[in-house]
């Protein structure tokens, strides 16, 4: 069975940071895209950052040069590095897990909430 479970979300002040991690089970993690996916109340879930097999990574730019996604394939473990948080950033966060050869093999994450506020 195919299990995503991140973790790290929470209540955090306009401003700060926090880091979100991801565990899978059930994948060979080292060929599968990981990446971070958000989705606020009333909003359309939207990528926020990917990390390929090879360590390359893709960030949607509204968090370009705040957030930070890594990988640690021996933990098969993904991470998200959030620093600077703004309120429009409230949202439950999603782990996904994508072969990189097979892209329909596509898993998801229960989510967790992050909510940014004071």
């Known amino acids: 069975q195919v299990q995503l479970v991140e973790s790290g979300g929470g209540l955090v002040q306009p401003g700060g940071s926090l880091r979100l991690s991801c565990a899978a089970s059930?994948?060979?993690?080292?060929?599968?895209?990981m990446g971070w996916y958000r989705q606020a109340p009333g909003k359309q879930r939207e990528l926020v950052a990917l990390i390929f097999s090879g360590g390359t990574t893709n960030y949607a730019d509204s968090v370009k040069g705040r957030f930070t996604i890594s990988r640690d394939n021996a933990e098969n473990t993904v991470y998200l590095q959030m620093i600077r948080l703004k309120p429009e950033e409230t949202a439950v966060y999603y782990c996904?897990?994508?072969?990189?050869?097979?892209?329909?093999?596509?898993?998801w994450g229960q989510g967790t909430q992050v909510t940014v506020s004071s």
């Open positions: 996904n897990s994508r072969h990189r050869d097979y892209p329909y093999r596509n898993y």
């Open positions: 059930g994948i060979i993690f080292s060929v599968y895209t």
